[in-house]
């Protein structure tokens, strides 16, 4: 038996930026997903995946030859993307399960599969793993982005990236805000499709190489900051400048505008976590609008 794990992510500042050169401030948290692989005889690929509270959601079976579907239960289009990953692998290593007999590969998230904690980039960094390949370059052959989230799935620290030439690049960093006290994560009830949040981005791409270097140097700010004060002006203009690119209103300014502090999107607009910072604790006020997910930094960041 053989396993492989990765951490989640959370991208705190750069957002779609990061894509054109941008540096992002990227946070690995400390859920993740595990796979393990088990060899057998049964000439085929068993497949299960479980969720959080060990409930099994999907399995599939798979042969060896081309990774031939042959039977599934749950989404057929979940059976579809990994099939596609798996071939993918073949590609990059053409000796990848060629003289298996038979295996058995369970994988378990940590966290909701609607949290957009990286349920899809932890599965390709422990396959990637798995078959001894690079996983940036198995992510851009099967889902696309930047790679932030890969990094991160293999980091055991907060980190800088960027995209130099389209090279992925990360430095670790100490990022431990004395603040962090104040910071909360709350979920809002709906996952976002990174890959479509990418191609409406694609679609805008109205600024400057200025743009993309004041987004870096905020982010970089962000980790030197030393009160709760200082980082929400940071917040607040890194959404200002965000909201102008994507010509679309901050979050705060469409959903949250008697909040007493500070709010900001992560990665995607529109979905998945939002970070809020603010001297009086959150919980309350969140859960009276019905977001009921609000997690402190400290129970969700490495």
Same mark, same amino acid.
Not at 105 to 127: C, K, Q
């Given at each position: 038996?053989?396993?492989?794990?990765?951490?989640?992510?959370?991208?705190?500042?750069?957002?779609?930026?990061?894509?054109?050169?941008?540096?992002?401030?990227?946070?690995?948290?400390? /859920?993740?997903?595990?796979?393990?692989?088990?060899?057998?005889?049964?000439?085929?690929? /068993?497949?299960?995946? &479980?969720?959080?509270?060990?409930?099994?959601?999907?399995?599939?079976?798979?042969?060896?030859?081309?990774?031939?579907?042959?039977?599934?239960?749950?989404?057929?289009?979940?059976?579809?993307?990994?099939?596609?990953?798996?071939?993918? &692998?073949?590609?990059?290593?053409?000796?990848?399960?060629?003289?298996?007999?038979?295996?058995?590969?369970?994988?378990?998230?940590?966290?909701?599969?609607?949290?957009?904690?990286?349920?899809?980039?932890?599965?390709?960094?422990?396959?990637?793993?798995?078959?001894?390949?690079?996983?940036?370059?198995?992510?851009?052959?099967?889902?696309?982005?930047?790679?932030?989230?890969?990094?991160?799935?293999?980091?055991?620290?907060?980190?800088?990236?960027?995209?130099?030439?389209? /090279?992925?690049?990360?430095?670790?960093?100490?990022?431990?805000?004395?603040?962090?006290?104040?910071?909360?994560?709350? /979920?809002?009830? #709906?996952?976002?499709?990174?890959?479509?949040?990418?191609?409406?981005?694609?679609?805008?791409?109205?600024?400057?190489?200025?743009?993309?270097?004041?987004?870096?140097?905020?982010?970089?700010?962000?980790?030197?900051?030393?009160?709760?004060?200082?980082?929400?002006?940071?917040?607040?203009?890194?959404?200002?400048?965000?909201?102008?690119?994507?010509?679309?209103?901050?979050?705060?300014?469409?959903?949250?505008?008697?909040?007493?502090? #500070?709010?900001?999107?992560?990665?995607?607009?529109?979905?998945?976590?939002?970070?809020?910072?603010?001297?009086?604790?959150?919980?309350?006020?969140?859960?009276?609008?019905?977001?009921?997910?609000?997690?402190?930094?400290?129970?969700?960041?490495?």
């Amino acid at each position: 038996m053989t396993r492989y794990y990765s951490h989640g992510k959370l991208l705190l500042s750069g957002e779609y930026l990061i894509l054109d050169g941008a540096v992002g401030l990227a946070l690995p948290t400390i /859920h993740g997903q595990d796979l393990v692989v088990e060899e057998n005889d049964s000439g085929l690929l /068993h497949w299960e995946s &479980v969720n959080e509270n060990e409930q099994t959601w999907f399995t599939a079976e798979f042969g060896f030859e081309d990774f031939e579907l042959i039977r599934f239960t749950g989404e057929k289009q979940v059976g579809l993307q990994l099939q596609k990953i798996l071939r993918n &692998v073949r590609i990059m290593n053409s000796r990848f399960l060629i003289a298996s007999e038979g295996c058995k590969v369970r994988t378990a998230l940590e966290f909701p599969r609607d949290w957009g904690l990286g349920s899809s980039s932890t599965l390709i960094n422990n396959i990637a793993k798995w078959a001894d390949r690079n996983p940036f370059q198995l992510l851009d052959k099967s889902f696309g982005g930047s790679g932030y989230d890969i990094a991160c799935a293999n980091s055991e620290k907060p980190l800088f990236f960027r995209l130099e030439d389209g /090279h992925p690049r990360a430095l670790q960093i100490d990022f431990d805000p004395p603040f962090k006290a104040h910071l909360h994560f709350v /979920h809002l009830n #709906q996952k976002q499709s990174s890959r479509e949040s990418i191609a409406a981005y694609e679609e805008v791409q109205d600024f400057s190489d200025q743009t993309l270097d004041h987004i870096s140097a905020i982010g970089k700010e962000m980790t030197r900051c030393a009160s709760l004060k200082d980082f929400n002006m940071l917040v607040k203009e890194h959404e200002r400048i965000i909201g102008k690119v994507l010509d679309q209103a901050p979050v705060q300014e469409r959903m949250f505008r008697d909040f007493q502090g #500070q709010i900001k999107s992560l990665g995607a607009w529109g979905g998945d976590f939002i970070l809020a910072a603010s001297e009086i604790n959150p919980k309350d006020y969140f859960r009276k609008k019905g977001y009921k997910t609000v997690i402190p930094y400290k129970e969700l960041i490495l």
